[in-house]
């Protein structure tokens, strides 16, 4: 499943390496891409967007909303 959450914290390629560290902690297989300039977050994965969202959280980002495909 994609699972595609907003991220507004997202300022820098910093930011985009800590939460993609974060759900690779959680999900190794998952596949992540980080849109920093539009503060987009997508991930191919089995996980829930919930915990998605939990882990990016986690790492002292704000998830504002997503969906899921």
């Given amino acids: 499943m994609t699972i595609t959450l907003k991220v ?4 820098c390629e ?3 390496n800590t ?3 974060a759900i690779n902690n959680q999900q190794p297989a ?7 300039a539009n503060k987009i ?3 191919e994965t089995t996980a ?3 915990e998605i969202a939990q882990w990016i959280s986690e790492v002292g980002h704000t998830v504002e909303s997503g969906s899921e495909g």
């Fill in 8 to 11: 507004p914290s997202i300022a």
């Fill in 14 to 16: 910093g930011c985009a």
């Fill in 19 to 21: 939460i993609t560290k």
């Fill in 30 to 36: 998952a596949q992540i891409s980080v849109d920093v």
């Fill in 41 to 43: 977050v997508t991930v």
């Fill in 48 to 50: 829930s967007p919930a």
